[in-house]
């Protein structure tokens, strides 16, 4: 079964910028959306930004303006680049793939019926 492997979380200062990264392996994933999930200590999950199968992309509008989402030319890897990270962004970050997430899929939805990406904390702090 695929998997989704995810790297670049951190610390970084506030007004600082971080890439996160995410690769499918063991299975292929150019042909559903792809998301960025967040859930912070005592908050709940929820969806950050996403990018159709065709490119199409959304962000929330706490960090429309500050975080892009892209892909690979293939399809199968996601990256989200954050600029301007304030302490309220402060949580571990999820990747995610499956088909219909894009633009609301919830994090149920995403866990229940696509790849979920164990999780990466980022934590922006001075």
């Known amino acids: 079964e695929g998997r989704l492997e995810e790297s670049g979380g951190g610390s970084v200062q506030p007004g600082g910028s971080l890439r996160l990264s995410c690769t499918a392996s063991g299975a292929t994933i150019n042909d559903v959306d792809k998301g960025w999930y967040r859930q912070a200590p005592g908050k709940e999950c929820e969806l950050v930004s996403s990018i159709s199968s065709n490119g199409r992309t959304w962000s929330a509008d706490f960090v429309r303006g500050r975080f892009t989402i892209s892909q690979d030319n293939a399809g199968n890897a996601v990256n989200l680049q954050m600029n301007d990270l304030k302490p309220e962004d402060t949580a571990v970050y999820h990747c995610?793939?499956?088909?219909?997430?894009?633009?609301?899929?919830?994090?149920?939805?995403?866990?229940?019926?696509?790849?979920w990406g164990q999780g990466m904390q980022v934590t922006v702090s001075s």
């Open positions: 995610a793939a499956a088909k219909h997430l894009y633009g609301g899929g919830s994090c149920l939805f995403a866990q229940q019926f696509g790849l």
